[in-house]
Structures are given as structure tokens and as C-alpha cells.
């Protein structure tokens, strides 16, 4: 089972795509493009750059939760496509049909304790970033695809584009804060996300023949990983 909770969840064009953006978003900050969005919240351009490349790094880890049996057979191909992307499928050795719900730890543990930290540090902006994860959960739910071996998937672009149309509504009128933009995209996308594809989607795992169902894993990573980009790009 330990094999197979560290694994790189994509292809490697989907990584590299994924390097690429984090490249592009540090590029942008060490120039000082964005750095005083992060500056207003607590954050440094060095934060923000750790935050995201420990965010791609736990991409590979999950933290086994539970069991379930599957009721169909477990797919032990490698490569799963779905919504454009290539994931990759942890190879299974046994032959029990059993599916192992963990959570992903670049994808949802960091992602969650930031959000937590930005709640935390701007109790005013709650509101907000809890109508911008309503609106995101209903969203991301809509377009979240069961797909079998892998789990549940979701365009890559749609929940973080949900995420930064709502902050940017909710907060044009009603939260003068500077930071209240950036917050509600991050948490509403990180949250939304979360919820909308994953947790709500937990009694369709078994149906899906899948190793691994790892809840901000392959699937809903890269939309979360997008997620806090996209926030940084609107402030």
C-alpha cells in the first residue's frame, strides 16, 4: 500500500505544463509584479514561491484514510486520460479489488491550511470566501466527470476561473479590503474545489474501479494548483 500512497499523478507533458506555470508565476513575482499582493497578506515573494513548489511536490503524496470495495474490478493500467490530461494510475500488485481513499498533500493539506491561515489572519473577508466557495462548490460539482481507474476529474481551468469570477462579483461593491479579491478566490477555489468534486463524490468511488481515490489528487490537483495562480493574477 506504501508504494502505492508516493506516486507522480500525471504524465510528464502535464508536469511539465505545470512547472512551466510555476515558473511563470515566479518570474513574475521575483520581478515585483506581485509581490505586493502577497506583501499586504503576510506573505513574501520567498513564501509564495515555497508555497507553490511544496504544493507540486505534495502532489506525489497521499495520506491513506480508509478502504472501501470496489464493485468492479481495480484497473491496473497506468495511464488514465481525461479532460485533455494524462494521469497516471498507481500500479497495483494484488489482486483484491479494493480502493484506498486518501488526501492528496499538495493538493488539498497544504492548499487547506493556507486557506485556513488566510481565514484566520482576515476574519472580515469570511463571508465572502464562503459565498465564493458556495458558488464554486456548485460549479465544480456540475462539471466533475467520474472516471473510471482514476476517480473524479475536473477541467482544469473551469474551478479556478469559477473561483476569481466570484471574488471578483463579490467584492467589487461590498469589501473596500485589498486583500478581500485575493482571499476569496484562493479559499473559494481551494475549498470549492474540494468539496464540489471530491467530497460530494465519495459514494461514487466504489463504482469506479480505481487503486487510489485521492481526495485533492489527480483529478482536481491541477485545478487547485491553478487556483492559487489565477488568485495571485487578480489582486
Not at 66 to 73: G, N, V
Request: net charge positive; glycine share 8%; proline share 6%.
Amino acid at each position: 500500500m506504501n508504494n502505492r500512497m508516493i506516486y507522480l499523478p500525471f504524465g510528464i507533458f502535464a508536469i511539465l505544463l505545470l512547472v512551466l506555470l510555476l515558473w511563470v508565476s515566479v518570474t513574475l513575482l521575483f520581478f515585483g509584479a506581485l509581490s505586493t499582493a502577497f506583501t499586504k497578506m503576510g506573505f513574501s515573494w520567498s513564501d509564495a514561491l515555497l508555497l507553490l513548489a511544496a504544493s507540486l511536490v505534495g502532489a506525489g503524496m497521499n495520506i491513506p484514510l480508509f478502504t472501501m470495495e470496489s464493485k468492479i474490478p481495480v484497473v491496473r493500467e497506468t495511464f488514465v486520460r481525461s479532460f485533455g490530461m494524462v494521469y497516471r494510475v498507481p500500479v497495483v500488485k494484488t489482486m483484491t479489488d479494493k480502493t484506498t481513499v486518501a488526501v492528496n498533500v499538495g493538493g488539498a493539506i497544504i492548499p487547506v491550511l493556507v486557506s485556513a491561515y488566510l481565514l484566520i489572519d482576515f476574519p472580515q473577508v469570511a463571508p465572502y470566501a464562503l459565498a465564493g466557495t458556495a458558488i464554486v462548490t456548485l460549479v465544480t460539482h456540475s462539471v466533475a466527470k467520474p472516471i473510471r481507474g482514476l476517480g473524479i476529474a475536473t477541467p482544469i481551468f473551469i474551478p479556478p476561473l469559477a473561483a476569481a469570477l466570484s471574488a471578483i462579483i463579490l467584492t467589487a461593491a461590498f469589501c473596500p479590503i485589498p486583500e478581500c479579491r485575493f482571499v476569496t478566490a484562493y479559499v473559494g477555489g481551494v475549498l470549492g474545489s474540494l468539496i464540489g468534486a471530491d467530497l460530494l463524490n465519495l459514494n461514487r468511488i466504489s463504482d469506479l474501479g480505481a487503486p487510489v481515490a485521492s481526495i485533492g489528487g489527480a483529478g482536481t490537483f491541477d485545478g487547485i494548483f491553478m487556483t492559487g495562480v489565477i488568485a495571485v493574477l487578480i489582486v
